[in-house]
């Protein structure tokens, strides 16, 4: 389906619909011309679902970190990162730079996040991008991005109804959407086999944003500035006149249960590595314990 919200320039209908077209057409493997040395031939030609499926238990037994963006990532010490399976989503990718080094996969999904930063997102370099497959009109794809299928319908019926909430154990095939990105980066570091899984940056604090305002979609304004900042690990994340997304925090809650209950069923564990954190799904851990 076409997913672009009312601010995508109408301009860009056409090139945005052409990019979704392509990625849809590349999704699965296609007859194509392959360079072999110098000349030309017809072969079948990898879509994204076979470059996903060559990814399943690539970190078997490893283990990586999935970064969400709150207030807590500022407490620790990112070195000690640089050499780790890292999984980062949205606009972790402004701190790359500061870091010194960027994360090993970088996770897009949520339309309004993707628009804010879909002139940033083509020239990141360094991680290997994903985004779901209806994300892709947004922004031009370079060689390093992959799209994914995830369920996106009117009606929602994998999302707000009976099969709510579920996890894929197969990222080439489908991806479950969680009310949160951190429940699609939990579902890539299954794929991967990583175990275990030290989650950062989950503070899982919205203030009084769920108070004031009902789950949703909202525009920053000078009046609702000051709920937002103080939700991420710049307050610069979001600037006014930007769309963010007021949370589901029962369904986030459930989506995190459903994604501990699978890495159980597989004797693989996740823990909750944040310094800060109001989430009590995953057993919690001490992040400096984890570097010797």
């Avoid at 991806?175 to 429940?183: A, E, P, R």
């Avoid at 108070?211 to 909202?218: E, Q």
Wanted: proline share 4%; glycine share 8%.
């Amino acid at each position: 389906m076409i997913a672009w919200t009312p601010n995508f320039p109408k301009w860009q209908y056409p090139i945005g619909y052409g990019r979704l077209l392509l990625a849809r057409h590349r999704f699965f493997d296609r007859i194509g011309i392959l360079w072999d040395k110098k000349w030309p031939r017809i072969g079948i030609k990898s879509g994204y679902q076979a470059r996903l499926a060559f990814m399943r238990n690539k970190c078997k037994g490893r283990r990586c970190f999935v970064i969400a963006n709150g207030p807590s990532l500022k407490d620790i010490d990112h070195r000690k990162l640089r050499k780790e399976i890292t999984i980062g989503c949205n606009g972790i990718y402004k701190q790359f730079s500061e870091w010194g080094f960027h994360t090993s996969y970088l996770l897009f999904e949520d339309i309004e996040q993707l628009e804010l930063r879909r002139h940033d997102v083509g020239s990141v370099q360094g991680p290997v991008k994903m985004a779901a497959i209806y994300n892709a009109y947004a922004f031009k794809a370079d060689s390093k991005t992959i799209f994914f299928n995830a369920p996106r319908m009117r009606g929602q019926l994998y999302y707000w109804k009976d099969l709510y909430p579920q996890f894929s154990t197969d990222f080439a095939a489908i991806v479950h959407l969680g009310s949160t990105i951190t429940h699609i980066m939990l579902q890539l570091a299954y794929h991967l086999g990583c175990d275990p899984v030290y989650i950062i940056g989950l503070d899982h604090d919205y203030g009084d944003l769920p108070r004031l305002f009902p789950p949703g979609k909202i525009t920053i304004t000078e009046e609702n500035l000051k709920l937002v900042r103080g939700l991420h690990f710049s307050d610069k994340y979001y600037k006014i006149g930007d769309q963010i997304g007021v949370p589901f925090v029962k369904e986030q809650e459930q989506a995190y249960t459903r994604a501990r209950e699978i890495f159980e069923a597989d004797n693989r564990c996740i823990y909750n590595a944040s310094t800060h954190t109001k989430l009590d799904v995953f057993e919690r851990c001490d992040f400096e314990s984890l570097f010797g």
